[in-house]
């Protein structure tokens, strides 16, 4: 009964290898997000979908690219993988609206050597 | 444009004592105000929220915060630390526009020594 779940938990690569993130929520949000924790614990937002169409693209390099199939999924592809990429990375939603509480998943931790 | 400060990277308190975790905000317009709390190796869990009303907000695990309009302030507190409450606390503010983005400060980590 998990309300965001994201998979994998860990994940270690080489550089140059392509990997991807999947994320699902069952709590019925309209809003979906993937968000970067780096090594000193900082939270930056990277996309935010509101059914299935981008609306928060930050300043991400472009290798990055998220997917989303239907509003209850959210998945991250990666392209050329660099040492730089390690972080956790933590899909989230929520109802559309400031005002609502963000709901994380336990997020999946990135390491590139 | 939104913003969060954490002015304390770490906050330490001997279990039973009072805590406090200190959050400042800059928004136009009436904010909406969180905590959110992240454990070891854990996603964040939402503790609290400020939206309008009572300016004490009372939330998860006994903690509660204080809405200050005029010191644009949104302090985390707790009468009697536990050990348990150790971790990583994040103060946020919601996105002003549906199309927005939330704003997380830099985080504050707590540490409850017995």
């Known amino acids: 009964d998990t309300a965001v779940s994201q998979t994998p938990k860990y994940l270690v690569t080489q550089m140059g290898n392509d990997k991807s993130i999947k994320c699902e929520q069952n709590?019925?949000?309209?809003?979906m997000y993937w968000y970067k924790q780096d090594s000193k614990k900082f939270l930056k937002i990277m996309f935010s979908y509101n059914n299935k169409e981008l609306i928060i693209n930050e300043t991400v390099p472009n290798r990055f690219s998220p997917k989303s199939p239907d509003k209850a999924h959210l998945n991250l592809h990666i392209n050329s993988l660099e040492l730089g990429d390690s972080a956790v990375y933590f899909c989230?939603?929520?109802?559309?609206?400031?005002?609502?509480?963000?709901?994380f998943g336990e997020g999946s931790w990135l390491t590139v050597v | 444009a939104q913003s969060v400060a954490q002015p304390e990277d770490q906050v330490n308190v001997a279990e039973g004592n009072p805590l406090t975790v200190k959050c400042t905000y800059s928004?136009?317009?009436?904010?909406?105000l969180f905590w959110y709390v992240q454990y070891p190796n854990r996603g964040l869990q939402f503790l609290l929220k400020y939206i309008t009303g009572d300016n004490l907000v009372k939330g998860s695990y006994g903690f509660e915060a204080e809405f200050n309009k005029s010191q644009t302030s949104f302090h985390l507190k707790k009468p009697s630390a536990l050990v348990s409450d150790s971790a990583l606390y994040f103060c946020a503010v919601g996105a002003n526009t549906n199309a927005g983005k939330s704003t997380f400060g830099d985080g504050t980590t707590l540490t409850v020594k017995p």
């Open positions: 989230a939603s929520s109802p559309t609206g400031g005002s609502n509480t963000i709901y």
């Open positions: 709590l019925g949000h309209d809003t």
């Open positions: 928004v136009s317009g009436n904010p909406y």
